[in-house]
């Protein structure tokens, strides 16, 4: 059985570490996320952590029930950036349309974390705000009850998935990426007419489009999507 995590007010180290530190959930996250963009998925271990805290591996187990309770703190960690500072106007397609490049943006910030936690549903504080946002813009624009869900799970799947898409391309070892981004002035821009004619006539678009994110691009798509509804509705 999974250990109890340590209350918040019992937790907490009377006397900091031989570094100075005192240890807090919110610090534990932040070094996970450094470790993460520092050495990738396979460098974060409770042993790792300890080092990179100057504390005790089996400290962690005061905060977290384990290594995938750190995982789910640390995708609602990233939730938490997207939100900060947000408010919504009033205007539905703006605060969609806002909170969904945030949350994007937050995720490819940290191409690592983001391998880890776009398919995880954490539960926590954060992805509770940004669910209630996004399901209270719906509502209040006039969605119905049964629309609001369906344009809600497009959403959140549409921005996670494009996140997580995106995210791969960027933890990539540079060399890659660049040899990736390098395919679409190269083999594809040299495809004749003759055997490929669509590619050729396309092709300096693609090389120009194809090596930026479509997430803001496929946002639209939806919004558009989910006005049209709402027009009809009316």
Do not use: C
């Amino acid at each position: 059985m999974p250990k109890p995590v340590v209350p918040e007010d019992k937790r907490r180290r009377r006397r900091p570490t031989k570094s100075g530190t005192v240890l807090s959930e919110a610090l534990i996250v932040e070094t996970a996320l450094r470790l993460l963009r520092e050495h990738g998925s396979a460098g974060l271990t409770a042993r790792r952590l300890g080092l990179a805290l100057d504390a005790d591996p089996s400290t962690l187990y005061r905060y977290f029930r384990g290594m995938d309770d750190l995982t789910l703190a640390i995708g609602d960690a990233l939730i938490g950036q997207a939100l900060r500072g947000w408010r919504p106007t009033g205007e539905w397609r703006t605060d969609l349309r806002t909170v969904g490049l945030r949350i994007h943006a937050a995720y490819v910030a940290h191409p690592q974390a983001a391998l880890l936690t776009t398919n995880r549903v954490t539960g926590r504080a954060n992805e509770l705000a940004a669910d209630e946002a996004v399901l209270d813009v719906l509502r209040t624009a006039g969605f119905p009850l049964p629309e609001t869900v369906r344009i809600y799970h497009a959403f959140i799947d549409q921005t996670l998935a494009f996140a997580a898409l995106d995210a791969a391309s960027l933890a990539l070892p540079s060399a890659a990426l660049r040899a990736d981004e390098a395919m679409w002035r190269s083999t594809y821009a040299r495809l004749p007419r003759s055997t490929h004619p669509r590619i050729a006539e396309a092709a300096p678009l693609l090389a120009t489009r194809m090596v930026t994110s479509a997430y803001p691009t496929a946002l639209e798509m939806l919004l558009d999507s989910a006005q049209a509804r709402l027009d009809g509705e009316s």
